[in-house]
């Protein structure tokens, strides 16, 4: 019968002790015996053709991985049945001692589902501002910025640069219809040039356009503040392999925004004076926030019970216009992650209707 010790720790790491007598096991040991006899090329025998004994002796080591790959989880299963362990990351196994035909006893680390607690998050305030309200100045100075962008593409602008000898500015896309108006500041031209009916049709776009980029720009910063001061009410021992997969989620952001400038990760750090290690290290506060944040609303999830059906979760797979990225979602694990990114984006919304405004 096996044999288990479960201790836990800080940080939600959970150390769980298993033995296991080798009646339990045996099976397992000539199921892993088999399937390395079959892969094995030993001398003077054909591939997988060799005796079992022959490669239980020259290939001990190599069964006793397999076997050990295969027992270890299972019997790890077993031991935390009953339990309120529910482990969030691989477990690192380490092996105490193996005696065929006798026991094989091992130690393993997993961290474990962290117990949050979040206080009235009904009672939250939080501020949702008025959107920016947008100018007619707003509009004229992005009417001016696209005109001036516009103007330098034009054929009588770039007749006047300096051309060499193979004619590299004659063979520019300019990427814009030729017009014939010679005027030196927005007009009908310009505007029926980049898509709109008129210079006020322009205008009335970007206006519309403004608008609604401070409507969205408001609402997410009324969501952050909801989401703060989530983070302020939730208690959790915040367990470090969640600060470091959040490390690593927002290292991810800054490759790209780095990429984005044209620049090399390394070029950016070397120009910051700082370290890989030190970024993290400065990040590392955010990060732990971050993660609260997470678990907190995740705590609300499932008070409030809020759930994403297979059909809600099919109706957003389905909008990806993407077949290649779509087909990604047939596995289960990206299932899984969009799953919980929609049960997150869902439970804020009911925050929405529950936070008092101030």
Not at 257 to 283: N, P
Request: net charge negative; charged share 30%; glycine share 4%.
């Amino acid at each position: 019968m096996l044999t288990k010790n479960i201790v836990k720790h800080p940080k939600a790491m959970v150390e769980v002790q298993v033995a296991a007598p080798w009646a339990d096991v045996d099976a397992k040991w000539s199921e892993s015996l088999q399937k390395v006899a079959s892969e094995a090329e030993l001398p003077g025998f054909r591939k997988g053709q060799a005796p079992l004994p022959v490669i239980e002796q020259q290939m001990a080591a190599k069964v006793q991985e397999e076997f050990q790959k295969t027992v270890f989880p299972q019997l790890l299963i077993e031991a935390l049945q009953g339990s309120d362990v529910v482990p969030i990351d691989y477990p690192q196994y380490q092996l105490v001692s193996f005696v065929k035909g006798q026991q094989v006893a091992f130690r393993a680390m997993v961290t474990q589902r962290p117990e949050v607690k979040i206080s009235d998050y009904k009672a939250v305030k939080a501020t949702k501002n008025t959107p920016k309200v947008i100018t007619d100045e707003d509009v004229d100075k992005l009417v001016d910025d696209l005109f001036k962008r516009w103007q330098t593409r034009q054929p009588s602008a770039i007749s006047s640069q300096p051309s060499d000898q193979n004619g590299a500015a004659g063979a520019m896309d300019f990427n814009q219809t030729p017009t014939s108006s010679a005027s030196s500041t927005p007009d009908d031209n310009f505007a029926k040039a980049v898509g709109a009916l008129s210079l006020a049709d322009l205008k009335t776009k970007i206006k519309t356009d403004l608008e609604n980029e401070a409507k969205y720009n408001n609402e997410l910063d009324y969501e952050e503040a909801i989401l703060q001061e989530v983070e302020k009410l939730t208690t959790v021992e915040v367990p470090e392999v969640l600060i470091q997969d959040e490390l690593n989620r927002m290292l991810v952001g800054l490759q790209k925004r780095v990429a984005d400038m044209g620049l090399l990760l390394e070029d950016y750090l070397k120009s910051q004076g700082k370290t890989l290690d030190q970024i993290k290290e400065d990040w590392r506060v955010q990060a732990e926030k971050n993660v609260r944040m997470e678990l907190g609303l995740a705590e609300i999830a499932r008070q409030e019970k809020v759930d994403i059906t297979e059909a809600e979760l099919q109706a957003e797979i389905d909008k990806i216009q993407d077949a290649k990225l779509k087909t990604q979602f047939e596995a289960q694990e990206p299932r899984l992650h969009l799953r919980h990114s929609l049960r997150q984006m869902k439970t804020l919304d009911l925050l929405k209707t529950l936070v008092n405004h101030s």
